[in-house]
């Protein structure tokens, strides 16, 4: 292999497309949500956390969080990650029908994905409604 | 002295030593995680409003403690390989991937020890 350069050096040849070159299809779009989402959820475990711990510190540090996830803004960090929840969560779902080597077929991948989509918003909408009775 | 020859010693582990252990346990967890979400849903909705005296009485019950000790563990653990991949792929320069392979599992360890910790007190009311 004379013509291979030496490792670190600029090759001229051409690389393989990356991602801002494809038409967007929901199937990729699903597939970079479930990741976003899946760290989003990383970083969300931060507000279960202060939430338990200050409830076992003492009951003014608990009303404080209680309050302060009630606010607008509260609501809506909570509100995307209901979301994040549920769309990681039935993502996970398929990749568990996809690790059996079932509905791998274009059409099929499609319709998952946006079954997944709705299905994801659908579960956040009805757990909200809930929240809202237990709630008011 | 290992008399093994390369490929017997890589064989069946792949280049990364560790053979599916990873794959296997992010879909173990994930599993794990697919039940206890709707435990912690439900836990959570029971939670919405309430006073710390309200709050901390579910934890009477020993199945919301567990519940909750395995909701933390089990999503800790599937979160942490998560990350590891989203670094793999993303962070290439040896050192930096290094520092945030370690940042990712003193980050986990930490969320779960305060998590598991708090659950703990709330259990036994200290």
Redesign the interface.
Known sequence: MADTPAKGAASARPLSPHLQIYRPAITMIMSIMH?VT??A??FG??I??VW??A??SS?AA??TM?WLL?TIVGQLVLFGYTWA?FNH?LG??R??IW?TGAMLEKATTTRLAWLTLVGSLGLTFL?WV??YI??L | MNMRTPLSRVRGLGSAGEGTGHFWLQRLTGIANLLLTIGFVSFVLASLGASHEQFTAQFSNPFTTALLILFITSGVVHMRLGMQVIIEDYVHEEGAKLACLIANTFFCVAVALVGVLSVIQLAVGG
Do not use: E, K
Request: proline share 3%; hydrophobic share 60%; charged share 10%.
């Open positions: 990741r899946g760290a959820l990383y475990t931060l279960l956390v338990l711990a409830a076992a009951p608990f009303d209680q009630g929840l969560m996970g779902i990749h568990f690790d757990v809930v929240g237990v709630w």
